[in-house]
């Protein structure tokens, strides 16, 4: 069936430190993903985005990592700081004729100072 | 930057209370959406609209309507409040049908039904 789940429902890193929330998707039709973080109170912001034909993408202390192989997504941030503490989430967008968007339950990134 | 906002942060309703949360968009986005998020279950979609005055029921469309009659505005509407509606709804728009686009999200409205 289709999911998109999340290794680790809570992360826990040192401020300084780089931080890793991963990722497993299921639907091999699955061509867009993309990462969000949702601060306590608001709504989800979007992070970084990569489409299948990719494997890597850079952001600004981000990086999202795609292995189509084992149907799995990463986001890295870089020098985790206090205002990374955030739900982190990763939803795919699967091309059905239209498209669905499938959301993961999230990873809250608590940042230790 | 693209900017959707919701009528209300906090909302307070009674069981049986019709109920009305308004989205607004202003980048002249084609697709809007209504998703509810509960803890551990993610966002699930409720309804969405291509157009005006189109809609599509989502994976969870039971005990809502929608209603979209400008492009600009998207309503979702509890026709008789339940407590298993206690939720935060978040409203959603992108620019188009096309599968590789981002979705941009409200700050959401938190109900709460007594």
């Known amino acids: 069936g289709e999911s998109v789940g999340l290794h680790l429902p809570t992360l826990s890193v040192q401020e300084g430190d780089n931080s890793i929330i991963n990722c497993a998707y299921s639907?091999?039709?699955?061509?867009?993903f993309i990462w969000y973080k949702q601060e306590s109170g608001k709504g989800p912001q979007f992070i970084i985005d990569?489409?299948?034909?990719?494997d890597k993408r850079q952001g600004q202390r981000v990086t999202v990592l795609l292995n189509k192989t084992v149907k799995h997504l990463s986001l890295q941030i870089a020098a985790t700081q206090p205002g990374d503490s955030a739900v982190y989430f990763c939803?795919?967008?699967?091309?059905?004729?239209?498209?669905?968007?499938?959301f993961g339950a999230g990873t809250r990134l608590f940042v230790k100072a | 930057d693209v900017k959707v906002t919701q009528s209300s942060r906090y909302l307070v309703k009674r069981t049986g209370e019709k109920v009305f949360l308004e989205c607004v968009q202003d980048?002249?986005?084609?697709?809007m959406f209504w998703y509810r998020q509960d803890p551990g279950l993610g966002l699930r979609l409720i309804y969405f609209?291509?157009?005006?005055?189109?809609?599509e029921k989502g994976d969870i469309p039971e005990g809502y309507s929608v209603s979209r009659e400008k492009k600009e505005r998207f309503s979702l509407i509890l026709e008789s409040a339940s407590t298993n509606q206690t939720s935060m709804y978040l409203c959603?728009?992108?620019?188009?049908?096309?599968?590789?686009?981002?979705?941009?999200f409200g700050p959401g409205t938190r109900l709460l039904v007594l």
């Open positions: 939803a795919e967008n699967v091309s059905t004729g239209g498209f669905k968007t499938i």
């Open positions: 639907n091999s039709a699955s061509d867009y």
């Open positions: 990569i489409r299948s034909n990719m």
């Open positions: 959603a728009s992108s620019p188009s049908g096309g599968a590789g686009e981002t979705q941009y």
């Open positions: 609209s291509y157009d005006v005055k189109m809609k």
């Open positions: 980048m002249d986005h084609e697709n």
